[in-house]
């Protein structure tokens, strides 16, 4: 798919722009799953500057994904033997055009250059859209889990894993 290029984020005026692409896209897509009140809290937890800024001191990259304009992003974490999936994201308007297989045939890439034989992601067990879609892409539910992440919410995941 011609025109799309991946954008690494580093820079805190990028940074800035994560947080509020990513503010949209989660008021957007996940409503019909969880709460706005939980929406506006995992927003601030995962993306506000600060959040974005320390995980990119842990090893995360994080990528704007272009086409004529920011239509997503990606964050991925490489570990010892597989390549943690954490966020794969479209704006509303660019959801089934097949930018997302684009996506992750860019993360498989990155697994790759790296080494890594594996990607693994989490997923809430209620976005069935999305289980369905990373199932068609191969990837196979390995483990239930709960995460406590504050403030009285907790994910209910499922993990997911991908051989390369």
Not at 5 to 31: C, D, G, R, S
Not at 91 to 103: D, I, Q
């Amino acid at each position: 798919m011609s025109g799309i290029n991946y954008e690494l984020i580093n820079t805190e005026e990028q940074i800035k722009e994560l947080y509020n692409l990513a503010n949209i896209v989660w008021h957007e897509y996940f409503p019909c799953i969880i709460g706005k009140e939980q929406i506006d809290y995992m927003v601030e937890m995962f993306f506000s500057p600060k959040a974005v800024a320390k995980s990119i001191e842990e090893g995360y990259l994080f990528y704007f994904v272009n086409l004529n304009d920011r239509i997503g992003f990606i964050s991925v974490h490489p570990e010892e033997e597989r390549l943690f999936l954490s966020k794969l994201y479209l704006t509303n308007e660019n959801r089934g055009k097949g930018y997302a297989s684009h996506m992750m045939n860019f993360v498989k890439d990155l697994a790759k250059e790296k080494g890594l034989s594996k990607i693994y992601l989490t997923v809430n067990k209620h976005n069935t859209h999305t289980i369905d879609v990373y199932k068609h892409k191969g990837f196979v539910t390995v483990e239930s889990a709960q995460f406590d992440i504050g403030n009285g919410y907790i994910m209910d995941d499922y993990v997911m894993e991908l051989t390369l």
